[in-house]
């Protein structure tokens, strides 16, 4: 990896910050966005195997020009990841204790976040998601709460955590963080959030394990139905509606959660 110390003591100096003042999410966009993080767990791997690169696919779920490119070989431990303290003290509460990390990856296996260094003593707690498509972009979601009421100053991340290591791989990794609470231009409730809103053509809703949707106008009638199956983000096509005030209700997992958007 070529980050080193003094790298990150020269990267900190340029933005003017303290490291314990970068923002989440990181979404890797700033130049060597990668100088913030450590990577381990592989010392027979390339060198450069943990870079800033360009988005290798651009679509409706991740369309940023840049992400990390992580190649883990085939001798690599299977808890290979990179940890970083420049995000910390990262507290978990009643109204943030959902974490989102975007990944596209060649392996089909659980990723993972983790939180360490708990300031006053408590354990270290890490959650296991996988993937569910290849080569291409995914949201993953991870429930932090049993987190509620702790606050951390480590974060790492495992992109590809098997049981066994059977061969190498090659993760994308972006957009780490807490779902961002939206507010000019969008809209949050319940954990549901949506944008653009007003919407024009094409509207992203994300929340956890979404089995579909139901679109209602103004005067409670139904609209627009769509099923899915367990997925986190979804971008879909509002041209067909009449400009105007209407319902949209999130199913997930037996519960239903609403908001409300504008159509131009």
């Known amino acids: 990896m070529k980050t080193t110390f003094t790298l990150l003591l020269l990267a900190v100096f340029t933005l003017g910050v303290n490291a314990q003042l970068l923002q989440m999410p990181e979404?890797?966009?700033?130049?060597?966005?990668?100088?913030?993080?450590?990577?381990f767990g592989d010392d027979?791997?390339?060198?450069?195997?943990?870079?800033?690169t360009d988005n290798?696919?651009?679509?409706?779920?991740?369309?940023?020009?840049?992400?990390?490119?992580?190649?883990?070989?085939?001798?690599?431990?299977?808890?290979?990841?990179?940890?970083?303290?420049?995000?910390?003290?990262i507290s978990i509460t009643e109204d943030s204790y959902m974490m989102?990390?975007?990944?596209?990856?060649?392996?089909?296996?659980p990723s993972t976040l983790k939180l360490e260094n708990e300031i006053d003593?408590?354990?270290?707690?890490?959650?296991?998601?996988s993937n569910t498509v290849l080569d291409e972009w995914e949201l993953l979601t991870f429930d932090f709460t049993e987190a509620i009421g702790y606050t951390?100053?480590?974060?790492?991340?495992f992109p590809d955590f098997p049981d066994a290591r059977e061969s190498g791989s090659i993760s994308y990794i972006d957009?780490?963080?807490?779902?961002?609470?939206?507010?000019?231009?969008?809209?949050k409730l319940a954990g549901v959030r949506i944008y653009p809103n007003p919407v024009a053509e094409r509207m992203t809703i994300r929340y956890p394990n979404m089995d579909g949707v139901l679109i209602s106008n103004a005067l409670g009638q139904a609209v627009k139905s769509l099923s899915f199956q367990k997925s986190s983000v979804e971008r879909i096509e509002l041209t067909d509606l009449n400009p105007g005030l209407y319902f949209i209700t999130v199913e997930a997992g037996g519960k239903t959660v609403s908001s409300k958007f504008i159509k131009e």
């Open 121 to 129: 003593g408590g354990a270290n707690i890490e959650i296991y998601v």
């Open 27 to 39: 979404t890797f966009e700033a130049p060597e966005a990668d100088t913030s993080w450590e990577a």
């Open 44 to 52: 027979n791997g390339d060198p450069e195997n943990f870079i800033q």
């Open 100 to 109: 989102e990390m975007m990944v596209m990856k060649d392996v089909l296996t």
């Open 56 to 89: 290798p696919v651009f679509n409706g779920i991740n369309e940023s020009e840049y992400c990390i490119e992580f190649t883990l070989s085939e001798t690599a431990m299977t808890w290979a990841g990179a940890w970083s303290d420049y995000y910390g003290p």
């Open 152 to 157: 951390f100053e480590r974060l790492v991340f």
């Open 175 to 187: 957009n780490i963080g807490f779902p961002a609470v939206l507010s000019v231009g969008s809209e």
